[in-house]
């Protein structure tokens, strides 16, 4: 049973666009939600990541909006670029554990 | 990837051979971690180690096994490999267990088990 959904699968977006990647998680004891990014052939990179006590955290084009109520949370990135074509994962993070969504292949077309 | 490697970085073995995989780091950080990244699944942790001899399962534990006699050092060990554990490999380190949290990604390990 997966604790970490994420929706879409797959996404594809013309440059300038706005991406957007959620992620619903169901275990409450979470109180660490990152955000990684993969390029083919490399491992996970952290992108960004918010803590459930804050709604929205901003990072250059990057930005997280979490609603705990919902137990929800997404990845928008502004402005994309051909160069943001990668998988993103999200992910929700305990002391010791890390549940990662299935990720969301982005393609930014030029 | 900075600090952090992995050998071997791709590896075929047949069905039944015990199987070995390295993660080295120059990091000095306490929290070490193995992760399996199938398709559709994202990443789903093996085992995680608190510190020298100290380990403890994951998500998807069953058929592997670590050790970590050296803070630098973690070894992932699939006793008898099967099929189903054909899949990428990612050792990550993390400073802490607690604030912070953010964990480094080693390059990965295509394993093919045939």
Redesign the interface.
Known sequence: QQQVKQSPQSLIVQKGGISIINCAYENTAFDYFPWYQQFPGKGPALLIAIRPDVSEKKEGRFTISFNKSAKQFSLHIMDSQPGDSATYFCAASTRNDMRFGAGTRLTVKP | ?AG?TQSPRHKVTETGTPVTLRCHQTENHRYM?WYRQDP??????IH?S?GVKDT?K??VSDGYSVSRSKTEDFLLTLESATSSQTSVY?C?TATS??AG????????TRLTVT
């Open positions: 990837d952090i971690y559709g699944h994202g990443l789903r942790l995680y608190y403890d994951g998500e990612f990550a267990g607690g949290r953010e964990q480094y990604f080693g390059p990965g």
